[in-house]
């Protein structure tokens, strides 16, 4: 835990003396990396595996949203001063198999919150891998063979600090 905080601050430290003017702050991030499978009725085909990308993406806006409801709210990052949680999504299709990661990014309010964005990050990183915290389903499939996660949870895979410029 230690070794974080120090890699933090450091990492601080780097992005304040990479600012090229005094209008560009850079500051910390963590990026919490998670993944799932979800399985096909059928072999995935390529219109398909569009289809279940934009469901999963739909679904992915909105828990990303309701986590920045429940930190407005103060019921999630409770005492950290983070203003943001955004992410990304990609997939891999094999045969009726789709592997999902999808990375996640916890924005300070300031750059003087490190420990509270790690600490929120933990806290997002919980609320992203129950399952039953996402829309059901997660993927409609419309049109498409119907899909079911194995196992009903997302397994985290990594959290790294970030630096970017605001």
């Known amino acids: 835990m230690l070794h974080r905080i120090v890699v933090a601050v450091v990492l601080l430290l780097v992005c304040e003396a990479a600012a090229e003017t005094p209008m560009i702050i850079p500051r910390p991030h963590v990026v919490v990396v998670l993944n799932g499978t979800y399985t096909a009725a ?7 595996a569009e289809v279940y990308q934009t469901d999963f993406r739909n679904s992915f806006a909105e828990i990303i949203g309701r986590a920045n409801d429940a930190i407005e709210r103060g019921q999630l990052c409770v005492g950290s001063l983070v203003n943001a949680v955004t992410g990304d999504i990609s997939s891999f299709v094999s ?11 916890i924005f300070p309010s300031d750059s003087n919150s490190i420990r509270g964005v790690e600490i929120c990050s933990y806290d997002v990183q919980g609320y992203l891998q129950t399952y039953s915290n996402w829309r059901q389903p ?6 498409c063979p119907s899909v079911t996660f194995t196992p009903q949870a997302f397994d985290w895979v990594n959290s790294d600090w970030g630096c970017l410029e605001s």
Do not use: P
């Open 95 to 105: 045969g009726t198999v789709t592997k999902v990661d999808f990375a996640v990014a």
């Open 42 to 48: 059928a072999v995935v085909t390529f219109s398909c």
């Open 138 to 143: 997660i993927i409609y499939g419309t049109g």
